[in-house]
């Protein structure tokens, strides 16, 4: 993909990624569905993002969730859920997926107020959120998040 000793083709990558991909590689899944997100190698096409991260991730790659939570958050390719959002977001955190780290305790403007309410309500579902229901991401949420990654 970066061209190093060839000429730089992302349609080329993009053809190998798919390739590896379909014979069950779990990394060319992800990177041919950042690919075809950001429409590097071929027109930008959410649904075949949402396909290949959703094979990454119930290939168990915790890497590909977060990608596949904001798409089901955004309805990007997917029909909007953010019931499935918030779980796979959830899942990624609890195997220390740096994105949904970043997402979920730096950055969860990332998310709709929909998913993080859903993420509040699951949080509260197993007695480690105790607060209201709002999705603001106060330090009560904060600390039910590094214990969830702590489960």
């Known amino acids: ?15 190998w990624l798919v390739k590896a991909a379909e014979n069950g590689d779990v990394g060319g899944m992800g990177f041919a569905a950042g690919m075809y997100l950001r429409g590097e190698g071929s027109e930008q096409n959410p649904h075949r993002a949402a396909m290949w991260y959703q094979k990454a991730a119930d290939a168990g790659a915790s890497q590909a969730m977060p990608g596949l939570s904001i798409l089901y958050d955004e309805g990007m390719g997917v029909r909007r859920s953010p019931d499935k959002a918030a779980v796979l977001m959830l899942r990624a955190l609890g195997e220390d997926d ?39 991401f106060g330090p009560g949420t904060q600390r039910a998040l590094n214990a969830w990654t702590n489960e």
């Open 98 to 136: 740096e994105n949904a780290s970043r997402i979920l305790l730096k950055t969860p403007g990332e998310l709709s107020l929909a998913t993080r309410k859903e993420i509040q309500r699951r949080l509260n579902e197993v007695k480690l959120y105790h607060g209201a229901i709002d999705g603001r």
């Open 1 to 15: 993909m970066q061209g190093s000793g060839v000429e730089k083709n992302l349609a080329e990558s993009l053809h």
